[in-house]
């Protein structure tokens, strides 16, 4: 792509001058006056001051084609690619899963006229409880 650009960019800078001339007058209202040519001008300008991105201090086309290449990986590879594979990965802590199941399980309670938690989950003779004297002046909220 940086390519094609560069390609384009030369042989328009062929072609535009003998299309594209303003003329500047730059003396008084008289018959001196004196034609600028501005787009030559400009185009010696652009090409002796530039600033570089930083990835080629020597070359302003390599320059720009690293910083295009690596703004168009960083950004559309790592974040759109990266965002849609994050959406759309499989479900690896079986959130989905427990959430169904729950479901399913309180519909088969409900149909069996069962209590949907039931009081004595786990028995209890398996409760082993603190006594008295084990509590101290412990709070205990209820």
């Not at 001196?32 to 990835?55: F, M, P």
């Amino acid at each position: 792509m940086a390519n094609f650009s560069t390609l384009n960019r030369l042989v328009l800078q062929k072609i535009r001058p003998t299309f594209q001339r303003r003329l500047v007058s730059t003396s008084k209202k008289n018959n001196d006056t004196v034609v600028a040519d501005v787009c030559q001008a400009s185009s010696k300008k652009a090409q002796t001051n530039w600033i570089s991105y930083g990835y080629d201090v020597n070359s302003k086309v390599a320059d720009r084609s690293a910083m295009h290449s690596i703004m168009f990986a960083s950004i559309t590879l790592c974040l759109v690619v990266g965002g849609f594979v994050w959406a759309y990965a499989p479900d690896y802590n079986l959130r989905d899963w427990s959430t169904r199941e729950a479901f399913l399980e309180l519909k088969r309670r409900e149909m069996a006229g069962k209590p949907l938690v039931d009081p004595d989950f786990i028995p209890a003779e398996k409760i082993v409880l603190p006594t008295d004297e084990e509590l101290g002046n412990t709070e205990i909220i209820i």
